[in-house]
Every structure is written in structure tokens, then in C-alpha cells.
């Protein structure tokens, strides 16, 4: 760690400290030798892509330089732990953040499904009615049942709290803000993050999906929707990060070696293609991420 570094880049280092450390990155081995691809590459990469080999390992290269081989980690395993590690930095680093944004916090709730939320608590009805009636079930479908990977949720404010040292309301006024616990029993959904530990599948869509399905479903304020990803090629990344609309922004798990890696390997397509995306606010560092929930 640098010396006298702040808060965030000691937590950005546990971060792919805890990474490394779980195996989800990591340096793999090839069992069968392909001709002219590596025999080694890091667990982010692409195997049969020179282009994904080449930025992976440039970016492991400048988190760790000491490489553990081992084999790939099934794919559920790999996402449920990156799942996991997400959650923890975003908690760590989010609750450090109490004079921007005060307030009860949950970030790891037992029941995740959306309609147990203020702004969605509506489609419970929903889930009801499908349940007994299963043509209904047919014509509605099941895209309104969201699990988000990653939540961050607020609870209800007592109107002790709300009314510290002066009194902001009173029996006759707010009588309808969530916010208010005498309105409101449910907790608010604050942010939805999903986590993809790379973007080579079709799955990887499912982010802008669940993204829209939050935007029509919602009533009332509309939480945070982010993509937290390790994924290193630009070109994929942008097939989720371009465009406005859905998700607020694509954040990377290490952004800035990204940059330096694509840079030093004189990739220039890949490097404008990053450049287009941090300059449109669409591509972040997972180090911005804390903060911005904060907004």
C-alpha cells in the first residue's frame, strides 16, 4: 500500500487482495496446449482470444506479480464469490460515508426479491395472483421477479430521528413520504448492483434487463442500477456500458490498470474504445462506486 495512501486505496487493494485470494483471479493452466495461445492466462480472460489474454494478464500483472497457477473455478463458484466480495467492499467502503449520506443501512438482506421492497412491494400482488392462477402466470410472465446480486437498502426513518434538534414535521404535513417509518413499514430500495465476473455470455444481458424491468416496475424513486465486472476487452464491455437509459454506469474492477494495460500493449482500438466510454461517464472505477451511491 502507498504510504500515507487514503482510506479508498487501501480498500481498493483488499479488494483485488480478496480477489486473489478466493481464486476467483487467478493464473490458469492449459491442459491442452492450442496453437499460438499461452498456456497460462488469468481466470478473467478469454482463453481462445489472444486480444482478452494479452489485456488480462497486463492487468493481473500490475495487481500481482507473483502468478498461482490452478485451475479455472466453476463458473457459479467464481460469481458467487465475486458476488460476495463486491458486497463486503461496498459496505466497507459505503458506511465510511455517514456525513453524506446518514441513514440505517442494510446491505445483505435474507429475502432479496424486489417486491419486498417499498417502491415494488405492488407486484407482491402480482406474485400472488400468478400463483393461483396459472394462465395468468403465462400472460405475465416472470420478468418482474428481480433477485439483484447486490443490494443496497435503506430503512424507514423514526420521526424522532427526522425531528432532532427542531420540528421538520408533525401529524399535519409528510404524511405520505416513504421515508417517514409512521408511512411506511417497508425498507427502500437504494441501489441494485450486479455482478459479472466476465461478459462472454449471452447472461451477461440479463444486467440491462433487470435494469429495465427496476425503471417500469417502479413506483416512486428509482434505486441505483449499476454493473460491477472484471471482464478486460473493451469491445465487451462496451456492449453492455454504451448507451443510456438502463444502467446508471458499467463499473471495472480495475479500471486503471485496464487503461495502463491497453496503453503499454499498443492496442489502439481497445484504448480508444475505453477512452469513449470514461469520457461518456459510461465506464468507471470500482472505486468510484462508493461515492456515487452516495448521490
Known amino acids: 500500500m502507498i504510504p500515507n495512501a487514503s482510506y479508498t486505496v487501501a480498500a481498493r487493494g483488499g479488494y483485488h487482495a480478496a480477489l486473489l485470494r478466493s481464486g ?81 443501512w442494510d446491505f445483505n438482506p435474507k429475502k432479496r426479491a424486489i417486491f419486498r421492497f417499498e417502491q415494488y412491494h405492488h407486484l407482491a400482488e402480482l406474485s400472488e395472483v400468478a400463483a393461483k392462477n396459472p394462465e395468468i402466470a403465462v400472460l405475465l410472465g416472470s420478468d418482474y421477479v428481480i433477485t439483484p446480486d ?25 404524511l405520505r413520504s416513504s421515508l417517514r417509518q ?27 434487463s433487470e435494469a429495465l424491468n427496476l425503471i417500469r416496475n417502479r413506483k416512486g424513486r428509482l434505486p441505483h442500477i449499476a454493473v460491477v465486472t472484471g471482464e478486460p476487452l473493451p469491445s465487451r464491455l462496451a456492449s453492455l456500458a ?39 461517464k459510461r465506464l468507471k472505477d470500482i472505486s468510484d462506486l462508493p461515492l456515487d451511491l452516495a448521490v
Open 24 to 104: 476467483v483471479l487467478r493464473m490458469e493452466h492449459r491442459n491442452r496446449p492450442k496453437n499460438g495461445m499461452p498456456d497460462e492466462f488469468p481466470s478473467n480472460a478469454d482463453g481462445d482470444s489472444q486480444t482478452s489474454i494479452a489485456i488480462a494478464r497486463a492487468i493481473f500483472d500490475q495487481i500481482q506479480t507473483e502468478a498461482t497457477l490452478g485451475g479455472r473455478l466453476a463458473g457459479q463458484i467464481s460469481g458467487s464469490k465475486f458476488e460476495q466480495i463486491t458486497r463486503s467492499f461496498v459496505q466497507e467502503t459505503f458506511t465510511t460515508l455517514k456525513a453524506l449520506r446518514p441513514g440505517k
Open 150 to 174: 447486490v443490494l443496497v437498502v435503506r430503512e424507514a426513518e423514526p420521526d424522532e430521528i427526522i425531528n432532532p434538534g427542531e420540528l421538520i414535521v408533525d401529524d399535519t404535513v409528510a
Open 182 to 208: 409512521r408511512n411506511n413499514a417497508l425498507p427502500i430500495l437504494h441501489a441494485s448492483i450486479s455482478c459479472k465476473w466476465t461478459l462472454r455470455s449471452d447472461r451477461a444481458q440479463n444486467a440491462r
Open 242 to 280: 454504451l448507451g443510456t437509459g438502463d444502467l446508471d454506469c458499467v463499473y471495472h474492477f480495475a479500471l486503471t490498470e485496464l487503461i495502463t494495460g491497453v496503453q503499454n500493449l499498443g492496442i489502439e482500438d481497445s484504448a480508444n474504445l475505453v477512452k469513449i466510454m470514461v469520457d461518456g
